[in-house]
């Protein structure tokens, strides 16, 4: 019988200067839990991809491949630095099929290529053009949503929400 629970947001090893968690431990641990699928969900890369899936397979675990995305306050062609904020949200994309892998793999490539200012970066425009087959969720504290949250501005939280819900699509937004 499995765990009724699933991590979806997981940094490990391959989550530069913010994750420890070495993937083989990872895997025995949900499979000591008695996890039915583990996510892995680095900051703004996806290097440990190809190892999570095969270990993952190899222990009877279904793997969520991810990624915690640097989304840019604006254009991910801006370059500028505003003291006292930060320049980028946080948004989780899950792979859902085979699309899905190869706009993650697009996304994050365009991070590093055209968006890369201190980190690599989206924006909204290419998450549009390439969401789909991708599930999206409001991340951590770092979020866009939280973040207006937690400024009293719920009105903008539920915009943005709205916004994201249009890029990813009905039952594809969390």
């Keep these: 019988m499995h765990a009724d629970f699933v991590h979806l947001h997981v940094h490990t090893q391959y989550s530069l200067l ?17 996890l039915p699928a583990l996510a892995m969900t680095d900051h ?28 840019s306050r604006g254009s991910r062609f801006d370059k500028e630095n505003k003291p006292g904020s930060n320049s980028n949200y946080h948004l989780i994309l899950l792979v859902k099929n085979e699309l899905g892998y190869s706009n993650l793999i697009r996304l994050v490539s365009l ?18 053009k390439y969401s789909e087959g991708l599930i999206g969720s409001s991340a951590c504290l770092k979020g866009e ?18 916004e994201y819900l249009s890029i990813f699509g009905k039952n594809n937004f969390y």
Aim: include cysteine.
């Design 111 to 128: 991070a590093n290529l055209e968006g890369f200012y201190y980190k690599p970066r989206v924006d909204k425009e290419i998450l549009r």
């Design 18 to 34: 913010d994750g420890a968690c070495l993937l083989t431990r990872l895997v025995d641990k949900a499979v000591q839990f008695k």
């Design 44 to 71: 703004g890369n996806i290097f440990g991809a190809i190892k999570f899936y095969s270990l993952c397979m190899k222990k009877g675990i279904k793997p969520i491949i991810g990624c915690e995305v640097y989304v």
């Design 145 to 162: 949503i939280a973040s207006y949250i937690l400024l009293g501005e719920m009105n903008k939280a539920y915009k943005c929400a709205d």
